[in-house]
């Protein structure tokens, strides 16, 4: 029995040891999300992590935003969200507007933009840095590539009918040499 006591020790020890370095080992699922927020990053798109919409729960999901090309006079700030159901009064089916609408010449191009996105989107986000699409990842290769065609296709697009009409601060600006033209 005495001899068996240091072997015990020493396993336990190496246990203690290995245990928390293969905890903190990414899982499959890790390297592939990683491989994916890669993708985009390279393809031009910024990621970034958002709190589900509310109707979804708790949680998190990447948003992968496409740059606008001029962000000029954008009327941004809108967010389209995944609803639990659909409703007659939702924007289109269980897709509706947390808070701020887009500008209404935009719709029709959103639509088209939803029927484009994959089955595990949730939400689409404008803000002053790009239009995003938060999707929950599910859909792996296939889902980005839906993702990147989708923004790449629809952003500009949408861009140029969210584009507000030059108002004072432009003409106060290319007054003052700040315009486009210096």
């Known amino acids: 029995m005495s001899g068996w006591l240091p072997l015990l020790i ?3 020890a190496v246990a203690l040891v290995v245990g928390p370095v293969m905890w903190m080992k990414p899982s499959d699922r890790d390297r ?7 993708r985009a990053i390279r ?3 910024t990621v970034k992590m958002k709190p589900l919409p509310t109707a979804l729960g708790e949680g998190t999901a990447a948003v992968y935003y496409n740059r606008w090309e001029d962000p000029r006079r954008l009327d941004v700030g809108w967010n389209l969200e995944l609803q639990r159901m659909s409703h007659d009064l939702h924007f289109s089916d269980r897709w509706d507007w947390a808070g701020k609408a887009a ?3 935009s719709w029709q191009l959103i639509r088209e933009l939803l029927k484009r996105l994959p089955e595990d989107a949730c939400a689409i986000h404008s803000t002053r840095g790009g239009l995003g699409i938060q999707w929950q990842e599910r859909s792996g290769d296939k889902g980005f590539e839906t993702v990147e065609q989708a923004l790449k296709q629809m952003r500009p697009e949408i861009e140029e009918a969210i ?4 108002g004072r601060e432009d003409a106060r600006d290319t007054e003052q040499g700040k315009g486009p033209e210096s």
Do not use: S
């Not at 592939?32 to 890669?38: P, V």
């Open 32 to 38: 592939k999300l990683a491989g994916l927020r890669q």
């Open 163 to 166: 584009r507000q009409p030059a």
């Open 43 to 45: 393809a031009g798109m």
């Open 103 to 105: 500008p209404e010449a």
């Open 10 to 12: 020493i396993l336990f």
